[in-house]
Nanobody
Framework: QVQLVESGGGLVQAGGSLRLSCAAS????????MGWFRQAPGKEREFVAA????????YYEDSVKGRFTISRDNSKNTGYLQMNSLKPEDTAVYYC??????????????WGQGTQVTVSS
């Protein structure tokens, strides 16, 4: 089992930045890929970004490319999502997830509880 806890969400004005963290515990964080997803009210959970265990490969949803950066520090068992140039449409609950397979589907094995990100216009 892998337990994931997100932090770093909050309220920010449009154009601002936030950095989300995802702390893993339990079974070693390696060799899991990590993903970030988000869910806005009344909408389906959607993929945001993913990173392989080594950090050598990343993938982003089109609307966040160039604004968000996913990274990880395996020595700290922590993953990150740096979000810049935030827009009101980025408002959602953000979830981190871990899975042995690097993928964009929502079928990750382990999920955090989510952290709210609200972007005001």
């Amino acid at each position: 089992q892998v337990q994931l806890v997100e932090s770093g969400g909050g309220l920010v004005q449009a154009g601002g930045s936030l950095r989300l963290s995802c702390a893993a515990s339990g079974r070693t964080f390696r060799p899991y890929a990590m993903g970030w997803f988000r869910q806005a009210p009344g909408k389906e959970r959607e993929f945001v970004a993913a990173i392989t265990w080594s950090g050598g490969s990343t993938y982003y949803e089109d609307s966040v490319k160039g604004r968000f950066t996913i990274s990880r520090d395996n020595s700290k068992n922590t993953g990150y999502l740096q979000m810049n140039s935030l827009k009101p449409e980025d408002t959602a609950v953000y979830y981190c997830a871990a899975d042995p397979i690097f993928k964009i589907a929502t079928t990750y094995d382990y999920w955090g509880q989510g952290t709210q990100v609200t972007v005001s216009s």
